[in-house]
């Protein structure tokens, strides 16, 4: 599988998403509402893209084998908008749809994010399904830059503790199709396998892994191996 679209190019994770795809030799096309207004690494294509223009989804899937679908945070028509682009996905012969959800949303079954990512288990597509925790990146370059600058961090959180994580690792840990190599990245970066591992099947009996606040957890799951969800910062592999 080479040629992939990501979707919502023109973000934080989107840009990084695309460059680190492409230096990993992907074809790599980059779905935005006005293409030529940002610059893309050489050799990425750009594609004028509206979840709700659906006029737009043909054309950004056409010759598609893989769609990174960064889905919109925070918004409650989220399936409105993702979803036909999934059945769209489909329709087209995608071989693997990579979701970018976000951490907890399992939690809560009626939550957009939940809908979708339900959504997408349903279609029939081998999947990957990635919840990465708040954006470390957002202290740095994001909207709590200036906060930072001005020298102290104001956050509604008391004393509670949560993980952050950059970008860069987030596109960094995504691999070509299956759940298989996910779990390897999560391995490499953030803990080690406490159980035993199949590589014939890609069954994976446990893992165990450092969430970053001097906690573990040990979860027992069963995945296939073209299919699967991997989350980033407080930490889980599995099947939903």
Same mark, same amino acid.
Request: glycine share 10%; proline share 5%.
């Given at each position: ?23 990993? /030799? ?9 293409? /030529?207004?940002? *610059? ?39 399936? *409105? ?6 059945? #769209? *996905? ?31 288990? #349903? ?27 001005? /020298? ?35 391995? #490499? ?52």
């Amino acid at each position: 599988m080479k040629n992939l679209l990501v979707t919502a190019a023109a973000g934080s994770l989107g840009r990084t998403m695309v460059a680190v795809l492409q230096s990993r /030799g992907f074809a790599v096309r980059a779905a935005v509402r006005t293409p /030529g207004k940002l *610059a893309f690494p050489a050799g990425v294509t750009t594609t004028a893209f509206d979840f709700t223009n659906r006029a737009t989804h043909g054309p950004a899937l056409a010759g598609i084998e893989g769609l990174v679908l960064i889905a919109p945070p925070l918004d409650p028509e989220a399936p *409105a908008k993702v979803n036909p682009l999934v059945d #769209a *996905a489909k329709a087209t012969g995608v071989r693997h749809i990579v979701v970018v959800s976000a951490l907890g949303v399992d939690a809560a079954e009626g939550s957009p994010l939940r809908v979708v990512e339900r959504h997408v288990m #349903a279609s029939g597509v081998p999947y990957t399904i990635l919840r990465p925790n708040f954006f470390m990146d957002n202290f740095s370059t994001g909207f709590l830059a200036p906060m930072v600058k001005g /020298g102290a961090i104001y956050l509604a959180a008391e004393n509670a503790k949560t993980s952050f994580i950059a970008v860069a690792d987030i596109a960094g840990e995504w691999f070509e199709h299956d759940l298989l190599q996910a779990t390897i990245a999560a391995r #490499a970066l953030y803990g080690h396998f406490a159980g035993p591992w199949s590589a014939g099947t890609g069954t994976l009996q446990s893992v165990k892994i450092d969430n970053g606040s001097s906690a573990f957890s040990t979860i027992a799951a069963t995945s296939s191996a073209t299919s699967g969800t991997l989350a980033f910062g407080n930490f889980h592999v599995g099947d939903a």
